[in-house]
C-alpha cells in the first residue's frame, strides 16, 4: 500500500492507492510441461542450461544409481553445450520453434549423425550414421535438445524379453522395478516416466510405442501410417512401422507431433499426408471435445484382468459423464486374431530392410542380415554381462532364409487381406455410428521382468495383451493411449483412442477432454524430486 499526496485547487488531498501484489509462479520439474518451461525460460527464471542440468542430475541418480531404472544407452556428450547457444539465441530474441531449448529423448532407432545409434545391438554400438533421421532434423529445428538415446528390445522386437538389449541390458519400470516397461519403446518410456526429460520418441509396429506408455502412466501416439516419415529410423516391418511421440501430458504430445508430422520423398508413403499433416495440434484440445459424441468400446480383448476391466468400467462411466454415448462393439470373427494378418510381413519383411539400413552405415559394420547375426555371436557378446537375448537371436537366424519382399505370403497379405481389415473396421465404426473406437491399451498390467522367475500378484488370462493394438497397426489408423488409473499395486494402466486415417484432431480432442475431467496422472515413487526442481519466480 502506498499513500500518495496529491493537490487540487490548492487543497492537500490524501488519497490511497492499493497496489496488487504480483502473483508468484511455482515452476516444479515433477509436473511441468513444456509450456511451463517455456514461461519459465520467457522470465528469465530458468535457462535451458538449468534445465539440462537438472535433468541430467536425475539421470546421474537414478538411471546410473539408486532404482537403477537403466532407461538411457548414451548420453550426449554436447547437451549442455547446445542448451548455452540455444539460450543466447533466446536472449538476441531468437525462436526456434516450440521445443526452443526443451530436452528430449530419442529412441535408439533413430538416427543422429553426432551419436551412435545401436537399435540395441552390441555390434552397432559404435555405429555412427551419415546423417540425421528426417524426423530428428525436424525436432531439432524446432529447438529440441537431444539429451539422449534410449534403450529398446533389440531392433525393436522383444521376444519374452521385453525392454533388454545386448547393448543396454534390461530397463526396468519405474512404477515397479520388478515390472517390466513392455516394449519395444521401453527405453524411452521408463525415461519419460522417471521424468529424464520432456518427451521423447519411439516406434510402433506391433503397439511398442503404446505398450510402454500405458505400463507407464503416459500419452503414447501412435499416428497414422505416413503421417510421420521412417526415414532413418531402424526399420523392423516397414508394412507398420511408424514413429511418434511419449510424453506426460497430451498437449506435450500434440506438440511434439506437430513437430514430427509432415511429408518427406525419403519415405514416398509420407507424400499421401501432405494435405493432412498439421504443425499445431494443440488447436484441437478443447475440454468438452466429448460431448456429443459416439464412442464404441472394443470387448473382444476385456477379461485378462478384473482390474483393468473394473477401470475401463470407471473409464467409460467418465467419458460418459463428460457427455459422450459409449456403445459396445463386438468385432467380426476375422478380427479376432490380429497376429494372423501380421505374421507374414513379420516374418518376411526384416531381412531386406534391415540389409537396406546397413548400406547406409560405414565400415566396419555388417552389410548383410547373416553378418550381423554372425557379429551377434561372437565371444565378446556372447559371453558378456548382457548377450543377445537367445530367442531373439533365434528369430533372426530364422529370418536370414526368409523369402523376402518377394514371398507369396506376403504379397497376397499386403494386397488382399490387410486392405480388408482396414475396411471392415470402417464398416463396424460405420454400423455402429461411431467416432471413435476405444480399448485398454494392453489387457493385462506391466508383467514381471524376465529374470524374476515367478510372480503370484500378476494375474493375466489374455492370451496376448496385446492384441486389440494390433489392429491399427495392421489398418494403419492412429491411436492415442493415455493414464485411465492404476492397480492396488499401483500399475499404470492406460485407454487407447483409435480411429480412421489421419483423425490425430478428433483423437487428440477426445484424449484431452478425457485427461482433462480424469486427472489420472501421478508420478512414480522411486524417482522423487531432487533439490532444486521446484521453485518460484
Not at 56 to 62: C, H, N, T
Not at 194 to 216: M, Q
Not at 415 to 428: C, F, G, K, M, Y
Request: aromatic share 6%.
Amino acid at each position: 500500500m502506498k499513500c500518495l499526496g496529491l493537490s487540487a485547487g490548492g487543497l492537500a488531498i490524501a488519497a490511497t492507492i492499493f497496489v496488487s501484489p504480483v502473483r508468484a509462479e511455482t515452476f516444479d520439474l515433477q509436473t511441468a510441461t513444456i509450456a511451463d518451461m517455456q514461461a519459465a525460460m520467457t522470465a528469465e527464471a530458468l535457462t535451458s542450461e538449468a534445465l539440462v542440468q537438472l535433468y541430467l542430475d536425475r539421470i546421474a541418480a537414478y538411471d546410473d544409481e539408486g532404482p537403477a531404472i537403466n532407461a538411457l544407452i548414451t548420453i550426449n556428450p554436447n547437451a549442455l553445450a547446445e542448451a548455452i547457444a540455444l539460450d543466447a539465441a533466446r536472449a538476441r530474441g531468437e525462436n526456434m520453434g516450440p521445443l526452443h531449448g526443451i530436452p528430449i529423448i530419442l529412441k535408439d532407432n533413430y538416427d543422429t549423425a553426432d551419436m551412435p545409434t545401436t537399435a540395441g545391438s552390441a555390434v552397432l554400438a559404435e555405429a555412427i550414421p551419415p546423417d540425421d533421421a528426417f524426423v530428428v532434423s525436424r525436432l531439432r529445428e524446432a529447438g529440441a535438445i537431444i539429451l539422449g538415446k534410449a534403450n529398446m528390445s533389440e531392433f525393436a522386437a522383444s521376444y519374452g524379453r521385453l525392454g533388454y538389449s545386448s547393448r543396454g541390458g534390461l530397463t526396468l519400470n519405474p512404477y515397479n522395478l520388478s515390472r517390466n516397461a513392455s516394449g519395444s519403446s521401453s527405453g524411452t518410456a521408463a525415461a519419460i516416466a522417471a521424468n529424464f526429460a520432456a518427451l521423447g520418441t519411439g516406434s510402433d509396429t506391433a503397439g511398442s510405442i503404446r505398450g510402454p506408455a500405458a505400463v507407464t502412466g503416459l500419452v503414447g501416439i501412435k499416428p497414422t501410417m505416413g503421417l510421420v516419415s521412417r526415414d532413418g529410423i531402424v526399420p523392423l516391418t516397414l508394412s507398420f512401422d511408424v514413429g511418434g511421440p511419449i510424453a506426460r501430458t497430451v498437449t506435450d504430445a500434440a506438440i511434439a507431433l506437430g513437430v514430427m508430422a509432415g511429408p518427406d520423398s525419403a519415405d514416398p508413403r509420407t507424400l499421401e499426408s501432405e494435405a493432412d499433416a498439421v504443425a499445431d495440434y494443440t488447436q484441437f484440445l478443447e475440454a468438452d471435445a466429448l460431448d456429443g459424441a459416439r464412442i464404441g468400446l472394443i470387448t473382444d480383448f476385456l477379461g485378462g484382468n478384473a482390474e483393468v476391466d473394473a477401470l475401463t468400467k470407471l473409464a467409460v462411466d467418465q467419458l460418459e459423464a463428460q457427455g459422450a454415448t459409449v456403445v459396445t462393439v463386438d468385432l467380426p470373427a476375422s478380427l479376432e486374431n490380429p497376429w494372423s494378418y501380421m505374421g507374414p510381413a513379420w516374418d518376411n519383411e526384416f531381412k531386406p530392410q534391415i540389409e537396406a539400413y546397413l548400406a547406409t552405415l560405414p565400415e566396419p559394420f555388417p552389410k548383410s542380415l547373416a553378418a550381423l547375426v554372425e557379429a551377434s555371436m561372437a565371444p565378446a557378446i556372447m559371453d558378456s554381462a548382457t548377450p543377445v537375448n537367445p530367442a531373439r537371436l533365434e528369430s533372426l537366424l530364422t529370418m536370414v532364409a526368409t523369402g523376402g519382399l518377394a514371398d507369396t505370403g506376403l504379397l497376397y497379405s499386403l494386397s488382399n487381406e490387410i486392405p480388408t481389415i482396414r475396411a471392415t473396421l470402417l464398416d463396424v465404426m460405420a454400423a455402429a455410428d461411431i467416432d471413435a473406437l476405444i480399448y485398454p491399451t494392453m489387457a493385462c498390467p506391466a508383467s514381471p521382468i524376465y529374470t524374476v522367475e515367478s510372480d503370484p500378484t500378476y494375474v493375466c488370462e489374455a492370451g496376448d495383451p496385446y492384441s486389440a493394438g494390433y489392429l491399427a497397426n495392421i489398418a494403419g489408423f492412429p491411436d492415442i493411449t493415455l493414464p485411465m488409473g492404476f492397480t492396488e499395486a499401483g500399475l499404470p494402466i492406460g485407454l487407447s483412442f483409435m480411429a480412421e486415417a489421419y483423425s490425430e484432431p478428433k483423437l487428440l480432442g477426445f484424449a484431452y477432454a478425457y485427461e482433462q475431467a480424469s486427472q489420472l496422472s501421478q508420478p512414480p515413487q522411486t524417482t522423487p524430486p531432487l533439490p532444486g526442481e521446484r521453485f518460484e519466480y
